[in-house]
């Protein structure tokens, strides 16, 4: 049975632009109190099947035009938001840091390690509300669930890890790549996770990542350099991949009992219920306004 609570999302990374077998019904040129999102939202219908309509954001706009540091974060997650999508899946190019993950596999992860430098906007709080949300369980299991079973029918799919997110735009040093590797026991290497993951969170989404694993970040030495020839063959490969766990994932994802079974099975959505310290008394009205749809 459907549920018509769900609509789902998805913020396109790199070599993501568009989705093939779902057509463009409506291009959304959204402003939101915290700016304008990195492109238009497009709303898809897939082509086939009974799949709804579903959201798709480029997260670093048509064109690959902005850099990982340069993304409004805040306006991609409030722009989903406010098309009233309640799932976002995250589709993110990685590299790869754990031993057994190759170019071409599937990473669902589970957990962050943030190594962004803080030039990044990553909280819809602050200018007179203080708030802090829960985010020991980053990414929502129910959603990461969902798209891992989805993603399996694609190819090898490695479940749960840590994502370190880094500032780039250059790649790790291979100094750097074997202490994700050798002291966080990290999984993959990215860019752009963070602070994505924390303002879904504050907006009360459900959040899931499908990593795309591209190349050995610099630690493996035994891999030697790579052709530019093979990571645009993985790269395509991969692209192709992540089409279709979106095209499944809209055809599925509303008809999943994720709200309905008691008890409620992750606590994403009430994410900012008791997160407001700051006195509602004190709270101004153009603070309201600003995090509509984050608080009551
Ligand atoms: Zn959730």
Same mark, same amino acid.
């Given at each position: 049975? +459907?549920?018509?609570? &769900?609509?789902?999302?998805?913020?396109? =990374?790199? !070599? $993501?632009? @568009?989705?093939?077998?779902?057509?463009?019904?409506?291009?959304?040129?959204?402003?939101?109190?915290?700016?304008?999102?990195?492109?238009?939202?497009?709303?898809?219908?897939?082509?086939?099947?009974?799949?709804?309509?579903?959201?798709?954001?480029?997260?670093?706009?048509?064109?690959?035009?902005?850099?990982?540091?340069?993304?409004?974060y805040r306006?991609?997650i409030?722009?989903?938001?406010?098309?009233?999508?309640?799932?976002?899946?995250?589709?993110?190019?990685?590299?790869?840091?754990?031993?057994?993950?190759?170019?071409?596999?599937?990473?669902?992860?589970?957990?962050f390690?943030d +190594?962004?430098?803080? &030039?990044r906007?990553s909280t819809f709080? =602050?200018? !007179? $509300?203080? @708030?802090?949300v829960?985010f020991?369980?980053p990414?929502?299991?129910?959603?990461?669930?969902?798209?891992?079973?989805?993603?399996?029918?694609?190819?090898?799919?490695?479940?749960?890890?840590?994502?370190?997110?880094?500032?780039?735009?250059?790649?790790?040093?291979?100094?750097?790549?074997?202490?994700?590797?050798?002291?966080?026991?990290?999984?993959?290497?990215?860019?752009?996770g963070l602070p994505e993951a924390k303002l879904a969170r504050e907006a009360?989404?459900?959040y899931?990542?499908?990593?795309?694993?591209?190349?050995?970040?610099?630690?493996?030495?035994?891999?030697?350099?790579?052709?530019?020839?093979?990571? &645009?063959?993985?790269?395509?490969?991969?692209?192709?991949?992540?089409?279709?766990?979106?095209?499944?994932?809209?055809?599925?994802?509303?008809?999943?009992?994720?709200?309905?079974?008691?008890?409620?099975?992750?606590?994403?959505?009430?994410?900012?219920?008791?997160?407001?310290?700051?006195?509602?008394?004190?709270?101004?009205?153009?603070?309201?306004?600003?995090?509509?749809?984050?608080?009551?």
């Open positions: 049975m +459907r549920n018509d609570l &769900v609509k789902f999302g998805v913020i396109g =990374g790199s !070599g $993501v632009y @568009g989705i093939h077998g779902a057509r463009v019904v409506a291009e959304h040129q959204i402003e939101t109190a915290f700016g304008a999102p990195s492109d238009k939202v497009f709303e898809l219908q897939p082509d086939a099947g009974n799949g709804d309509r579903f959201y798709f954001v480029p997260r670093h706009g048509i064109g690959h035009r902005l850099l990982p540091s340069e993304i409004n306006a991609n409030l722009a989903l938001k406010q098309m009233g999508v309640t799932h976002v899946l995250s589709v993110s190019a990685v590299g790869i840091l754990a031993d057994g993950i190759h170019p071409g596999d599937l990473v669902i992860p589970d957990q390690f +190594r962004t430098k803080g &030039v906007e709080f =602050g200018g !007179g $509300v203080v @708030g802090h829960s020991g369980t990414f929502c299991p129910v959603f990461s669930g969902i798209t891992a079973k989805v993603a399996a029918a694609q190819g090898t799919v490695h479940v749960g890890g840590t994502y370190v997110c880094m500032e780039g735009p250059q790649f790790s040093t291979k100094a750097e790549s074997i202490f994700y590797r050798e002291q966080l026991k990290a999984t993959v290497v990215g860019m752009t009360g989404l459900h899931a990542m499908l990593a795309l694993a591209t190349d050995y970040d610099c630690w493996n030495e035994s891999e030697g350099e790579v052709s530019a020839a093979a990571v &645009v063959a993985v790269v395509r490969s991969n692209v192709a991949k992540a089409n279709r766990v979106i095209l499944d994932l809209a055809a599925n994802v509303s008809a999943q009992p994720h709200r309905a079974a008691p008890p409620h099975p992750c606590s994403c959505a009430s994410a900012t219920s008791h997160a407001v310290m700051t006195d509602p008394s004190h709270i101004s009205a153009s603070a309201r306004e600003r995090l509509r749809g984050i608080i009551s």
